[in-house]
Structures are given as structure tokens and as C-alpha cells.
T-cell receptor, first 113, second 110 residues
């Protein structure tokens, strides 16, 4: 049982480039979410999904897009990378929303030059 | 907007001492509160979840209390061990979202 898998683990981009961070879970969880973690600021919610075909914005959605075509996958797209998006990105999933224990991936460390 | 605060930001204790970690939140209209552990370079692991109707939750050496009306939760770790060294984060849920504190980094000295 792999749990929540995030790829890549590390990535360096140049300003203006685009990329997709991948997140997959094999626990048949309906709720999935993306966070960014910056020093001293805790985790901030970017986007979340309550099921396939349904997504919504979190606290800091600007510059990011998501889609949820399957229960298993929830990719996060950076449209035009900016240095302010340098961060560690975490994907999480749970069976029934934020009201149940969350399962986190190991994160993607992203640097934008 | 929900604000979650964890003080202190860092804590160092000798092995065997009990740990007391604090979490406060500004909006008491929460559904539940969760405590997580994060090891360096890793994701978060859920430790305890307390429903808003509960006062405390226990798992092994861990005990978490919740006072929703005053906006506070405390995580107690009994008889700390070097393996307890990690960052501990709390998060509150409402409106279908989780709001996290910045965490307390704990070092247990052997």
C-alpha cells in the first residue's frame, strides 16, 4: 500500500516556466488537497477536491491550477513560475474531507530561479 | 479568517521529561483539531484527532486536550525519548478546510 505518492521530489525551474506536480493515492480517498509550506508560516491550503470532477480554491490559489479527472490523481499546475512560488508542496488525502485524519505525501521541494 | 498559533517555536528537553506543546486558534467554530508530527524532509503524520465535542484524546504516551471555548489545545507527551524529536503541528478544521499552525520543533537530548 503506497499511500500518497508525490513526484518529483525535487525540481528547479526558471521564472516563467510551467510544470505539473503529480499526486496519486491508492486508498480510494475522495478528499484531496494541496498545501505549500514556507518557513515560519505553517502549511497553507492552495486547492482542494471533494471528489472526481470537483475542485475549489483554498487560501492561496493564485498562480496554480488543478483538475481531478480520477479519484486517484490530483495534479497541481504552475502556469508561469515565479520566485515567490519557491516552497515545499504537500499533497494530502482523506476518506471524508478535512474532518478525518489526513494522509500526506513526502512533498516536492521546488526552487524557482 | 482562522489564525492558528503555536508557542514556543522550538523546545529542547532532556530525555525522560514530559513535553507540553501548545496550540491556540482565534475562531472557536471548529469541527475538530488534529495534531501532526513532521520529521525532517518528510510529510506529516497524523497523531491525534479531537472532535469539537470532545475534551481529550489519548494514544499511548500522547494525550491531547481541547478547550474550544477558549481556543486552546495542548499536546502532552509523557516520558520523552530521543525518537520524539520532530516538529509537531496542530490544525483546526472548519468550512471544509484545515488551518495549520507553524509548528513547534522539539529536540529530546539523550
Amino acid at each position: 500500500n503506497a499511500g500518497v505518492t508525490q513526484t518529483p521530489k525535487f525540481q528547479v525551474l526558471k521564472t516563467g516556466q510551467s510544470m505539473t506536480l503529480q499526486c496519486a493515492q491508492d486508498m480510494n480517498h475522495e478528499y484531496m488537497s494541496w498545501y505549500r509550506q514556507d518557513p515560519g508560516m505553517g502549511l497553507r491550503l492552495i486547492h482542494y477536491s471533494v471528489g472526481a470532477g470537483i475542485t475549489d480554491q483554498g487560501e492561496v490559489p493564485n498562480g496554480y491550477n488543478v483538475s481531478r479527472s480520477t479519484t486517484e490523481d490530483f495534479p497541481l499546475r504552475l502556469l508561469s513560475a515565479a520566485p515567490s512560488q519557491t516552497s515545499v508542496y504537500f499533497c494530502a488525502s482523506s476518506l471524508g474531507g478535512p474532518y478525518q485524519p489526513q494522509h500526506f505525501g513526502d512533498g516536492t521541494r521546488l526552487s524557482i530561479l | 479568517k482562522q489564525e492558528v498559533t503555536q508557542i514556543p517555536a522550538a523546545l529542547s528537553v532532556p530525555e525522560g521529561e514530559n513535553l507540553v506543546l501548545n496550540c491556540s486558534f482565534t475562531d472557536s467554530a471548529i469541527y475538530n483539531l488534529q495534531w501532526f508530527r513532521q520529521d525532517p524532509g518528510k510529510g506529516l503524520t497524523s497523531l491525534l484527532l479531537i472532535q469539537s465535542s470532545q475534551r481529550e484524546q489519548t494514544s499511548g504516551r500522547l494525550n491531547a486536550s481541547l478547550d474550544k471555548s477558549s481556543g486552546r489545545s495542548t499536546l502532552y507527551i509523557a516520558a520523552s525519548q530521543p525518537g520524539d524529536s520532530a516538529t509537531y503541528l496542530c490544525a483546526v478544521s472548519n468550512d471544509y478546510k484545515l488551518s495549520f499552525g507553524a509548528g513547534t520543533t522539539v529536540t529530546v537530548r539523550a
